[in-house]
């Protein structure tokens, strides 16, 4: 599964048109979701999922195979299946 999320302490408007005596203020919830969403699209867009879902698998099988085990395969199930 994957989970995007923001660290709400240290996320800020970057730029935004406002008086100029307005206080720098944290991100909206729209802003945020939106922010979160864009992030996940282009982490599977750019195939960072895809290349993490691989190191994974080869990291768990080197680890299995240092237990004394000669035949593994690892699989990652679908983001979709229950």
């Given at each position: 599964m994957l989970l995007?999320?923001?660290?709400?302490?240290r996320?800020?408007?970057y730029s935004r048109t406002t008086d100029l005596l307005?206080?720098?203020?944290?991100?909206?919830n729209a802003g945020r979701q939106e922010a979160e969403r864009t992030l996940e699209q282009s982490a599977?867009?750019?195939?960072?999922?895809?290349r993490a879902r691989t190191n994974a698998e080869d990291t768990v099988a080197a680890l299995v195979h240092s237990l004394g085990y000669?035949?593994?395969t690892v699989t990652s199930?679908?983001?979709d299946a229950p």
């Amino acid at each position: 599964m994957l989970l995007t999320r923001l660290d709400n302490g240290r996320t800020w408007v970057y730029s935004r048109t406002t008086d100029l005596l307005a206080q720098r203020t944290r991100i909206s919830n729209a802003g945020r979701q939106e922010a979160e969403r864009t992030l996940e699209q282009s982490a599977i867009d750019s195939g960072i999922i895809a290349r993490a879902r691989t190191n994974a698998e080869d990291t768990v099988a080197a680890l299995v195979h240092s237990l004394g085990y000669a035949n593994v395969t690892v699989t990652s199930r679908d983001e979709d299946a229950p």
